[in-house]
């Protein structure tokens, strides 16, 4: 009985904003440890690979009541929010300051308004868009300070975190609506293997030298590889494509106010970097704009109306084509 409660939304919201706010948000640390050893594209390519057929193992018997359409969908949407969502954003840590690179890629919320208005017609509440606006504002706060100097290449870890923002945007907007494998872990599992056959064609292209692994290799930067892999990967990503299911793209997308903070957090205890009375105050703010996005209550009338067409997703994460959904969103 309290493990059928816990197995429903009102438990595993929660928990999954939980699992994609403080996991992603420490992912910043282990990645900059696991790159002493890893090149980035080889490291992130195989990281996916490898969740990828972990969780297939898991969804292999949904796998062959799969039609072909919906495989291809979930791959599409591994190459806009995996290979070119996040690999752009791994990419830009090359230029650019990890801090700076997290920081900029808070502009997401603000292009997901933006382009939820220009392709699906759905115009912001006020409420969002304060609290988008607050949340840039806190982003512009934590940026202005000194000790963030930019490299001469920088703009190239600025363009690979623009045309990522517009990936990953692109594809959390589309993947609610679409049609995707029934199951949670064979959607995930699909677009992380495209991902990761991507990035590792990608690791080809440019020539990445593995051959350096072995005498820069170390136990710190193996275990940030694993926690990435099974935390970073399997659990987060997994959370992320179920609230993607579940909740207005746009409250997921503050998942990108939060993880600077943590990241910042953890930064400053395991790795002494700074952290200024500025850059406290940006995260007061930072929070200040998650809370005016997240507390709007939703628009159920105009829930339920996709409900009653069968647009929505049901409670196991798939589009009602059979019957219409029962369950609001």
Request: charged fraction near 10%; aromatic fraction near 12%.
């Amino acid at each position: 009985m309290l493990l059928a409660k816990l197995q429903s939304d009102r438990y595993l919201i929660p928990i999954a904003f939980v699992c994609i706010y403080f996991i992603w948000g420490s992912t910043y640390l282990a990645t900059d440890w696991a790159f002493e050893a890893f090149p980035p594209f080889y490291m992130t390519g195989i990281r996916l690979l490898l969740a990828g057929f972990f969780l297939l193992l898991f969804s292999y018997k949904e796998f062959k009541k799969t039609s072909w359409t919906q495989l291809q969908n979930s791959a599409i949407f591994g190459l806009l929010i995996l290979a070119i969502g996040s690999g752009g954003s791994m990419w830009s840590v090359l230029y650019l300051d990890t801090g700076i690179a997290s920081l900029l890629i808070g502009a997401e919320p603000l292009v997901l308004v933006l382009l939820l208005w220009l392709l699906k017609g759905s115009k912001p509440s006020w409420q969002k868009t304060i609290g988008v606006i607050i949340g840039i504002v806190g982003m512009f706060v934590l940026l202005n300070q000194q000790h963030f100097s930019l490299e001469t290449d920088a703009w190239k870890g600025i363009l690979a975190i623009a045309i990522a923002i517009v990936g990953w945007t692109i594809g959390s907007i589309y993947i609610k609506d679409a049609n995707v494998p029934k199951s949670k872990l064979l959607n995930t599992a699909v677009q992380m293997i495209t991902a990761g056959l991507i990035l590792l064609g990608v690791a080809v292209l440019v020539q990445e030298d593995i051959s350096t692994v072995q005498s820069t290799f170390s136990w710190t930067a193996f275990l940030s590889f694993v926690y990435l892999l099974f935390f970073g990967s399997v659990i987060a990503y997994t959370a992320f494509n179920y609230l993607l299911m579940k909740q207005d793209p746009r409250k997921v997308a503050t998942v990108t106010y939060v993880n600077p903070i943590i990241a910042l957090i953890l930064g400053w205890y395991f790795n002494n970097e700074l952290i200024s009375i500025q850059s406290l105050v940006a995260a007061a703010i930072l929070i200040l704009g998650v809370v005016f996005i997240i507390a709007e209550k939703e628009n159920k009338p105009a829930a339920n109306k996709l409900i009653n067409n069968g647009t929505a997703p049901c409670l196991d994460n798939k589009v009602s084509h059979e019957s219409k959904v029962k369950q609001p969103l």
